[in-house]
């Protein structure tokens, strides 16, 4: 079936290091790819989405590139804070059906 | 954006019993969907919920376990029943633009955290 794998699981940064955080996904007919950003004790945010007409899209300090033909998503977060601390879950949707990534636990030092 | 309510946030059952969780859209939307996530994982989606029709389970999800109402265009319910310490997640309700848009942004509540003894 439809799946997306995510990587890293877990990213330890420093304050003002950049992350990344990248997908891969396995339905062609995938069109959507959001990200979405989970703090403790609270649902998932959409942070930034790309359409798959597009190959990047960038929103202040977070960036996302997508790579149809390779089927390869990626998020970055430059600059980091300690306030990006959370999950980070990556998705692709088509239709009415989005899968998720197994998401990873980023962790940025002061 | 929709804007996402659920209730309760957290609850603390003994097994064998029940729960029913709600969950309110400030606007009308089309479908409703049911997450669970278990302790550090990702998001399972249960099942989907068209108002006026039975819900969509998803494979290993079942409706005598998870009976759903979608009594209207801005509700739902979920209910765990006959729980077991297995059924400990955070229960998300979800709704998507599909009534507005080709492309589907989803949107989350702030889960309900279920703890079952």
């Known amino acids: 079936g439809e799946n997306v794998e995510q990587h890293p699981s877990t990213l330890s940064v420093q304050e003002g290091d950049s992350a990344v955080i990248k997908c891969t996904y396995s339905d062609s007919a995938s069109n959507y790819f959001p990200w979405y950003k989970q703090e403790l004790g609270k649902g998932p945010q959409l942070i930034i989405d790309?359409?798959?007409?597009?190959g990047e899209k960038k929103d202040q300090r977070i960036a996302v590139t997508l790579n149809k033909t390779a089927k390869h998503f990626s998020l970055h977060i430059t600059e980091t804070q300690p306030e990006d601390s959370a999950v980070y879950f990556c998705a692709a949707a088509g239709g009415f059906k989005t899968i998720f990534g197994a998401g990873t636990r980023l962790f940025v030092k002061a | 954006s929709a804007v996402i309510s659920q209730k309760p946030s957290r609850d603390i059952c003994q097994r064998g019993t029940s729960l029913t969780i709600q969950c309110q859209v400030d606007?009308?939307?089309?479908?409703m969907f049911w997450y669970r996530q278990q302790p550090g994982q990702s998001l399972t989606l249960i099942a989907t919920?068209?108002?006026?029709?039975?819900?969509?389970?998803e494979s290993g999800f079942v409706i005598d376990k998870f009976p759903i109402s979608r009594p209207n265009l801005t509700f739902s319910t979920l209910t765990v029943s006959n729980m077991s310490p297995e059924d400990s997640s955070i229960y998300l309700c979800?709704?998507?633009?599909?009534?507005?848009?080709?492309?589907?942004?989803?949107?989350f509540g702030p889960g309900t955290r279920l703890t079952v003894l």
């Open positions: 979800s709704v998507d633009s599909s009534d507005f848009s080709t492309y589907n942004e989803q949107f």
């Open positions: 790309i359409r798959s007409n597009v």
């Open positions: 919920a068209n108002q006026g029709s039975e819900a969509t389970y």
């Open positions: 606007s009308q939307v089309t479908m």
